[in-house]
């Protein structure tokens, strides 16, 4: 359904957020002022006295006591008059709902003077909800379709999100084929039949929405007329959309089209739409549901809390902590504007007068027009805002059910109600939650040239720090959005957070692509950005960020062209590390990276980093665009074996060393320390996802003869200095036919920061039992905690075989294999050279067991894969035509299907210059074995088919056409690995059955 993305929470993820929040409350609690119930406190002569005040929901006091609260306006308004003769003071909120008829607003009125300090917290154990919705209520069956309910609301009331108890529920919707509508200038024609007849049903269709979902663009497009096939679109809406980069008739990748925002769309359970002028309110409920047993949260407001001064007199010393913000939606993308995205967050507004007048048909990919905007985009506002601000703290609070970004930190005038741009220096965000968010978690910085390069320097954003929060499920609705994001600040620290279930990046620092930074870009000379904006010779104010110690997982799962962590332009003096990330990607993903130095980016550090389950490595967009990317340093990271490549060496005075290829679950010491080290602070309790005890083994290379014996060992490691890991046992079990001795000396107790050696000795049998690699599984348990935990690790062994009898083998290539041969099944061990060039090794190295001049001008090749190690991202395994297998980088008539991790693959030396060119990807095949391959051949053609069981076959689309064959092709088994000479490299062992030529 549009507008709905993957979910999923990691192990224990919430048990932790909370505790999180907990911990941080009572340790700021223990700081700032001491437990009592008094309305006046005495310190010492050099600290400010503390007044205590409380508010409740519903209150009518006016003293603001523990016995008579007062409401939150009297509230601030006594301790404003607190604050203003020098004391501290404390506003303690009592649980309860805050409904707010008005954002509330803070400012230099509202500011601790000199070490004093104000804050507002939540009653000890209470939740105080802030909120800018009111509740539904009132629900009645709707005679516009099944299922559908009605509520009244105030008429002229608009919003684009609806909470159902706590959750975005989606618009009214459904999706459109980019198949379906003809793009134009003013809109688009429908060519679907049932497409256009629904849209004819639409009552007013100015309130319908086109929504695109593209590769970094998320677009909601207003309409502004249907007439029968004719869809005319808002403008400048229209017109801002489809010029410029990744555009609504031209993005970088499949879009996804979605038809938005009236009643006459309710598709599925869970939608809404609403009608302003008839003041109704419509949802669809699933069977069985009334509506009126759902917590419906409907925002009046755009923002709960604004937090801004003037650069005279900023607000300064505030503390917010244990407060829940919830309840707005952002209307800028209901207007004739709409929502013409750019990039996390920010948007092309207004009318353009340098757009060319055929800039649909000729701007597609950027040009000087459209440069013209660059520096005048929009930023989605912030729900909790902050500009014009010393010294401000959010503690513990939670961010929920909020229609654009959650927090926003000294961003552009234009996206907070202040309108005082920027100027946020000293602020903490620490311990809070975010989720459930129509955009971002956190933004700071602007995208304008004030926030790059300050006209005066109380704009310049500095000391930002964000540490130890927890951000899920956010990028709900505005999809191009970062848990995490930042642009121009002088002094960042991104650290200890947990983020997770994001559609882009998880974390997004730097802007501007270079075109601002000193000196410009040549990149943007070219473009036309200098002819409408200014080429500094002074770099931006950004430098020193901190990226360090977060843990993110099931990041990217909508866009792409982004990263766990994605870099833009120059920001000296800066550090990735500590970093874990798990889970990079969807079905849709293409161009994204567990480190992402987009463009321009320099002068950055990425160091002792983790990332598993990501199909790619470590990238910097350098040649051959020209980016300006430079100064990049990587060492000691750590990716998975199938995608632990980099490729910032490209880019001057640039280095990597010590990138380690991870074969899990048997990570490196060095790996699982990080591991522990990521994500929340303090964890209150024993935790799967950062397990305290690493283990790795150490395992000889090689295959076993006959009862040979091998010793594996496993080094144990306690990461937590303070606590011992008791009750250890470690165990390793391997197939039937092999024998496992444990070493005397097993550990019983590990004692904090400490360090145990234990092992097995591994015999094989007298005779093999197959030729696949034979697996076995370390176990260790251990009590940490007071709770059990228990961690494998997993590893193979290989049985010398007999040599191959029944057929030729062949390595080719500068590659080196070990065949064998086991009753009609056949094995390949060893290190290969990819046949397809990847990352710049133009080899043709394979190995081949093979039947010679077996394939003739009409034949069937079949075999089954029953087994391949994936050693990196491009191993593969199948079988192969040609001429003659034994001219390898030479020999014509070459051709093969292999299954790899991108599914099954058909290659094709195309030129004839004996080394594979044009390759047709089956990506929704099957990625490992077992899976039966066939080449049909026939003439000079050649197909491609793939059966899980055998007997059912399902055959390739494209059809082959051979360079120069022979009547007669040898025809084989193949497997492909890499070259054995890079940080990668690892021998890795293919089987076969079922070999035949017919």
């Known amino acids: 359904m549009p507008g709905t993305q993957s979910r999923r929470r990691p192990h224990d993820l919430e048990r932790r957020a909370r505790v999180t929040a907990i911990i941080a409350i009572t340790a700021l609690l223990g700081a700032v002022m001491p437990t009592t119930t008094s309305t006046a406190m005495t310190s010492t002569a050099a600290e400010p006295t503390v007044k205590m005040i409380y508010a409740a929901p519903e209150a009518h006091g006016t003293r603001g006591t523990e016995a008579q609260p007062c409401s939150l306006a009297r509230a601030q308004a006594h301790a404003r008059r607190l604050a203003a003769a020098g004391h501290s003071v404390v506003v303690t909120l009592a649980g309860g709902r805050y409904e707010l008829a008005a954002p509330l607003r803070f400012d230099a009125r509202d500011s601790g003077i000199g070490e004093a300090t104000v804050t507002y917290r939540a009653a000890d154990g209470e939740r105080p909800v802030v909120t800018g919705a009111s509740k539904v209520r009132g629900w ?84 502004k007329s249907v007439a029968g096939a004719t869809v005319t679109m808002a403008q400048p809406s229209w017109d801002n959309s489809t010029f410029g980069y990744d555009v609504v008739q031209q993005p970088f990748r499949t879009p996804q089209f979605s038809l938005e925002n009236v009643p006459e769309l309710l598709s599925a359970a869970g939608q809404w739409a609403i009608d302003p002028a008839a003041g109704r309110l419509y949802y669809r409920a699933g069977d069985g549901v009334n509506p009126n047993t759902l917590d419906v949260e409907l925002p009046r407001l755009e923002s709960v809390l604004q937090v801004a001064g003037t650069y005279e007199a900023p607000a300064r010393n505030l503390v917010f902590e244990g407060l829940t913000f919830t309840g707005t939606s952002w209307m800028h993308p209901s207007t004739d504007d709409g929502f013409a995205s750019q990039q996390t967050g920010t948007y092309v507004t207004g009318v353009s007068a340098e757009r060319p007048a055929d800039a649909f048909d000729t701007c597609r990919v950027g040009c000087s027009g459209f440069e013209s905007t660059r520096a005048a985009w929009g930023m989605i506002a912030g729900a909790v805002q902050v500009s014009a601000a010393t010294n401000i703290d959010f503690v513990g609070n939670v961010f929920v059910n909020l229609g654009s970004q959650g927090l926003g930190i000294g961003n552009d005038g234009g996206a907070n109600a202040s309108g005082v741009d920027l100027g946020a220096k000293n602020i903490t965000v620490t311990g809070n939650r975010f989720e459930e968010l129509a955009g971002g978690g956190i933004i700071v910085g602007g995208s304008r040239l004030d926030a790059h390069h300050p006209s005066r320097p109380e704009m310049t954003n500095s000391d930002i720090v964000i540490d130890n929060n927890v951000i899920h499920d956010i990028g709900v609705d505005y999809k ?22 994001q559609p882009y990046s998880a974390i997004g620092v730097g802007f501007g692509w270079g075109a601002w930074d000193a000196g ?54 800066s550090l990735i590390d500590g970093n874990y990330c798990t889970d990079l990607g969807n079905d849709r993903l293409d161009y994204s990276w567990p480190v992402y130095l987009d463009e321009a980016s320099r002068h950055w550090t990425v160091s002792n980093n983790v990332f598993l389950g990501i199909p790619d490595g470590l990238h910097t967009n350098r040649a051959p665009s020209g980016q300006p990317n430079s100064h990049l340093t990587a060492v000691n990271n750590y990716l998975s074996a199938n995608a632990a490549t980099e490729d910032l060496t490209r880019a001057p005075d640039s280095t990597s060393t010590n990138l380690v290829a991870v074969h899990e679950p048997n990570l490196p010491l060095e790996a699982s320390r990080i591991i522990f080290g990521s994500g929340l602070r303090d964890r209150a309790a024993a935790d799967d996802d950062h397990p305290p005890v690493g283990a790795q083994l150490s395992v000889p290379d090689g295959r076993l003869g006959p009862s040979q014996s091998i010793t594996v060992t496993a080094a144990l490691e306690n990461f937590d200095a303070a606590r011992s890991a008791t009750a250890v046992s470690t165990t390793l079990a391997g197939p039937e036919g092999w024998t496992v001795t444990p070493a005397p000396d097993q550990p019983n107790t590990i004692a904090g920061g400490g360090s145990a050696t234990t092992g097995w000795t591994v015999t094989a049998p007298e005779r093999p039992a197959s030729t696949a690699p034979q697996e076995f599984t370390a176990t260790i348990s251990y009590t940490y905690r007071g709770e059990p935990f228990v961690a494998t690790r997993t590893f193979t062994l290989t049985q010398k075989l007999p040599a191959v009898t029944s057929l030729s083998t062949f390595a080719g290539g500068g590659a080196a294999m070990e065949f064998g041969e086991l009753d009609g099944s056949y094995s390949m061990t060893g290190y290969s050279g990819d046949t397809m060039g990847l990352f710049g090794i133009d080899q043709d190295s394979y190995g081949t067991i093979y039947q010679e001049a077996a394939a003739g001008t009409t034949s069937t090749v079949t075999v089954r894969v029953t087994a391949y190690d994936q050693v990196v991202r491009s191993s593969k395994a199948g079988i192969v035509l040609r001429n003659d297998l034994t001219q390898a980088g030479a020999g014509r008539g070459y051709v093969s299907l292999m299954v790899q991790s991108e599914g099954v693959t058909l290659f094709n030396d195309s030129d004839g210059d004996g080394k594979i060119d044009e390759f047709y990807p089956l990506r929704s095949g099957p990625t490992t074995g077992p899976l039966w391959l066939r080449l049909t051949r026939d003439g000079g053609s050649v197909k491609g088919s793939y059966s899980v069981d055998g007997v059912t076959w399902t055959g390739l689309a494209q059809t082959l056409t051979l360079n120069n064959p022979t009547a007669s092709l040898d025809a084989g088994m193949i497997y492909v690995t890499d070259t054995g000479t890079t940080p990668t490299s690892r021998k890795g062992t293919a089987s076969f059955d079922s070999f035949s030529v017919e």
């Open 140 to 223: 009645t069956r709707s005679s516009i379709g099944d299922g559908v309910w009605k509520a009244r609301t105030p008429v002229g009331l608009d919003t684009r999100q609806l909470y159902v108890d706590e959750k975005l529920a989606p618009r009214a919707s459904i999706a459109v084929d980019p198949s379906d509508i003809t793009m134009n200038a003013t809109g688009f024609t429908v060519k679907d039949q049932a497409l256009r007849s629904r849209l004819a049903r639409v009552a007013d269709p100015s309130r319908l929405e086109l929504q695109s979902v593209a590769s970094f663009t998320n677009r909601y497009l207003p309409v």
């Open 480 to 501: 191009d959005q970062d848990g995490v994001f930042a642009t121009y600040v002088d002094g960042l620290t991104v650290s200890h957070n947990l983020i997770y279930n």
């Open 520 to 573: 410009g870009s040549p990149v943007y000379e070219d473009r036309g950005t200098y002819e409408h904006w200014p080429r500094y010779s002074t770099p931006t104010v950004a430098r020193d960020y901190r990226i360090v110690n977060n843990r993110m997982d099931n990041v990217v799962t909508r866009m792409n062209d982004a990263a766990c962590i994605y870099t833009l332009g120059s920001v000296p003096g």
